[in-house]
């Protein structure tokens, strides 16, 4: 399929910051996107040219509303963890794709899953939803991509990283990791959603390049102008940093990723594919230091929280 040919996209997760990215670029090169958000109108981020409905994922009705006249989905769970109800969502979903005749979806599963099961939400409950998708009997394409780059654009962040040069996550510095932006993410899930050939794959999307910790910091350095290190963050002091903003739960659910890295069961599972992916989808991801060039640092200049220290 073209990607030119409009399309009329039910995208589950755009008042989020992933699926967000994959609806404004959607609207951006002409489809109809709908989307379904719990949060009051007002306290919707901007989405220019989709259309947002009041709605619950939780409520099949509201799911099966969303996706009337939809051709296809892109769909992006939100930060929840418990079991239980992202079963319900990822069943109210897939009834509701299949009920609607959806001709692809394709999930973001938000992160890499390890090959084996683990006893870590993270990334059990993405599988299982993976799992109903697929038992939807709609043609489905997987997307899994390893650790935003965004998540370093933060106010935990930033403020090291322009005053001191610090640059702290929850990764092992030896970790390697195909760091991605969600410009990127945008590209692939909708070069998904139109590309031939892909149905049924489960693709391992990642930056351009696969980087230690300290390659993360040379890159930082050469798009900022300035010297940076890489500080490895202890990930229980991540999560602690998180609950604040996200709550314990969705916090516990995020930082299972870093505890279950930080073990070294899967060193390899942030890396990236050789660009298999990229060159299957027709994607050009950008390199690190461009990214890094193109976001306004100086908002946190001056507000340091010792973060790396």
Same mark, same amino acid.
């Given at each position: !399929?073209?990607?030119?040919?409009? !399309?009329?996209?039910?995208?589950?997760?755009?008042?989020?910051?992933?699926?967000?990215?994959?609806?404004?670029?959607?609207?951006?090169?002409?489809?109809?996107?709908?989307?379904?958000?719990?949060?009051?109108?007002?306290?919707?981020?901007?989405?220019?040219?989709?259309?947002?409905?009041?709605?619950?994922?939780?409520?099949?009705?509201?799911?099966?509303?969303?996706?009337?006249?939809?051709?296809? #989905?892109?769909?992006? !769970?939100?930060?929840?963890?418990?079991?239980?109800?992202?079963?319900?969502?990822?069943?109210?979903?897939?009834? #509701?794709?299949?009920?609607?005749?959806?001709?692809?979806?394709?999930?973001?599963?938000?992160? &890499?899953?390890?090959?084996?099961?683990? &006893?870590?939400?993270?990334?059990?409950?993405?599988?299982?939803?993976?799992?109903?998708?697929?038992?939807?009997?709609?043609?489905?394409?997987?997307?899994?991509?390893?650790?935003?780059?965004?998540?370093?654009?933060?106010?935990?962040?930033?403020?090291?990283?322009?005053?001191?040069?610090?640059?702290?996550?929850?990764?092992?510095?030896?970790?390697?990791?195909?760091?991605?932006?969600?410009?990127?993410?945008?590209?692939?899930?909708?070069?998904?959603?139109?590309?031939?050939?892909?149905?049924?794959?489960?693709?391992?999307?990642? *930056?351009?390049?696969?980087?230690?910790?300290?390659?993360?910091?040379?890159?930082?350095?050469?798009?900022?102008?300035?010297?940076?290190?890489?500080?490895?963050?202890?990930?229980?002091?991540?999560?602690?940093?998180?609950?604040?903003?996200?709550?314990?739960? #969705? #916090?516990?659910?995020?930082?299972?990723?870093?505890?279950?890295?930080?073990?070294?069961?899967?060193?390899?599972? !942030?890396?990236?594919? *050789?660009?298999?992916?990229? &060159?299957?989808?027709?994607?050009?991801?950008?390199?690190?230091?461009?990214?890094?060039?193109?976001?306004?640092?100086?908002?946190?200049?001056?507000?340091?929280?010792?973060?790396?220290?």
């Amino acid at each position: !399929m073209s990607d030119h040919i409009p !399309m009329r996209v039910a995208v589950v997760g755009a008042t989020g910051f992933q699926g967000g990215a994959v609806a404004r670029l959607l609207a951006e090169r002409g489809h109809r996107v709908r989307t379904l958000s719990r949060r009051p109108e007002g306290d919707r981020p901007p989405l220019p040219g989709i259309a947002c409905a009041s709605g619950d994922l939780g409520r099949a009705e509201d799911v099966r509303a969303l996706f009337e006249g939809a051709t296809h #989905a892109a769909v992006t !769970m939100p930060l929840v963890y418990d079991a239980e109800r992202v079963a319900r969502y990822a069943r109210n979903v897939a009834a #509701a794709a299949r009920e609607a005749g959806v001709r692809r979806i394709v999930y973001n599963a938000n992160t &890499r899953v390890p090959a084996r099961p683990t &006893r870590t939400a993270a990334f059990e409950t993405r599988r299982a939803v993976e799992e109903a998708l697929r038992g939807s009997g709609v043609p489905l394409v997987v997307v899994r991509p390893p650790v935003y780059l965004d998540n370093l654009f933060s106010p935990w962040n930033g403020p090291a990283l322009v005053d001191d040069g610090v640059l702290a996550y929850p990764l092992p510095a030896h970790t390697p990791t195909a760091w991605l932006s969600h410009e990127d993410l945008a590209e692939a899930v909708c070069a998904a959603l139109a590309t031939d050939g892909v149905e049924g794959r489960v693709l391992d999307v990642g *930056g351009a390049l696969t980087l230690t910790g300290d390659d993360l910091a040379a890159a930082f350095a050469r798009g900022l102008g300035r010297s940076v290190r890489y500080v490895p963050l202890d990930p229980a002091v991540f999560e602690e940093r998180l609950a604040g903003v996200l709550g314990a739960g #969705a #916090a516990a659910g995020v930082a299972g990723l870093y505890h279950h890295m930080a073990s070294g069961a899967d060193p390899d599972l !942030m890396a990236g594919d *050789g660009g298999a992916a990229a &060159r299957l989808l027709g994607v050009r991801p950008g390199p690190v230091e461009d990214w890094v060039a193109r976001r306004p640092w100086q908002i946190w200049a001056g507000e340091a929280t010792g973060a790396g220290r």
